[in-house]
């Protein structure tokens, strides 16, 4: 990739799977699955979730999901974001269960991009975020072409910051009033990490892995 070339979208569509977690671009069928995950799961997700005015079941429901995907697959299409279904692989389908988007992208001298996700809390605690971030991560690294990747967490949301510790990012800043959230301003911890720093590692899916292997 050129440096000071003209943006791209490197590296895009793509699915990407370890074991039986799945990332993949989300399609036009996946609205009422979707709905049905962000409506049951409302008060798992809200409290961390960007304000947005509206009830949270329209907000959330089949039809609004058009307009998620189509945001969606424009950014992936200008190449500033990278949005994944995260699936798992069961017998006899890919059973949707949560998202994560490498989204605000910046190209050229920064090569940079921020990563937000949420997961079914049916499915919490077995894995399947810290899989599909570091899946996600690598992919952004290698054939996505960035540098530097961010995540931003509220202080209060410790399931969400054991995710990024226990994969090995770098809390680097603490941002106050960052974003409106749950009616009102609230601080974040950013966390970071560059493709140097795993590089010798083989990955953040090679680190995972041996993090969970030291875990058993």
């Given at each position: 990739?050129?440096?000071?070339?003209?943006?791209?979208?490197?590296?895009?569509p793509?699915?990407?799977?370890?074991?039986?977690?799945?990332?993949?671009?989300?399609?036009?069928?996946?609205?009422?699955?979707?709905?049905?995950?962000?409506?049951?799961?409302?008060?798992?997700?809200?409290?961390?979730?960007?304000?947005?005015?509206?009830?949270?079941?329209d907000?959330?429901?089949?039809?609004?999901?058009?307009?998620?995907?189509?945001d969606?697959?424009?950014?992936?299409?200008?190449?500033?974001?990278?949005?994944?279904?995260?699936?798992?692989?069961?017998?006899?389908?890919d059973?949707?269960?949560?998202?994560?988007?490498?989204?605000?992208?910046?190209?050229?001298?920064?090569?940079s991009?921020?990563?937000?996700?949420w997961?079914?809390?049916?499915?919490?605690?077995?894995?399947?975020?810290?899989?599909?971030?570091?899946?996600?991560v690598?992919?952004?690294?290698?054939?996505?072409?960035l540098?530097?990747?961010?995540?931003?967490?509220?202080?209060?949301?410790?399931?969400?910051r054991?995710v990024?510790e226990?994969?090995?990012?770098?809390?680097?800043?603490y941002?106050?009033?960052?974003?409106?959230?749950?009616?009102?301003?609230?601080d974040?911890?950013?966390?970071?990490?560059?493709?140097?720093?795993?590089?010798?590692?083989g990955?953040?899916?090679?680190?995972?892995?041996?993090?969970?292997?030291?875990?058993?």
């Open positions: 990739m050129s440096l000071f070339g003209p943006p791209q979208a490197p590296g895009w793509v699915e990407l799977a370890d074991g039986p977690v799945l990332l993949r671009p989300y399609r036009r069928s996946d609205a009422a699955a979707w709905s049905e995950i962000r409506r049951a799961n409302r008060a798992w997700l809200a409290p961390w979730e960007s304000s947005l005015p509206g009830a949270w079941d907000l959330n429901s089949p039809a609004a999901f058009r307009w998620v995907h189509r969606q697959r424009r950014s992936a299409r200008e190449g500033e974001g990278m949005p994944f279904a995260v699936c798992l692989r069961e017998a006899d389908r059973r949707l269960v949560g998202h994560i988007n490498v989204g605000s992208i910046v190209r050229r001298a920064l090569c991009g921020y990563v937000g996700y997961v079914d809390a049916r499915v919490a605690g077995r894995g399947v975020i810290p899989t599909a971030l570091a899946l996600a690598d992919h952004a690294f290698g054939p996505g072409g540098h530097r990747v961010e995540v931003n967490i509220r202080p209060e949301n410790r399931p969400s054991r990024v226990k994969l090995g990012f770098r809390e680097e800043s941002h106050v009033r960052y974003m409106h959230i749950d009616g009102a301003w609230r974040h911890i950013g966390y970071a990490m560059t493709s140097e720093e795993i590089a010798a590692e990955g953040l899916l090679a680190r995972w892995h041996r993090v969970r292997a030291g875990a058993r």
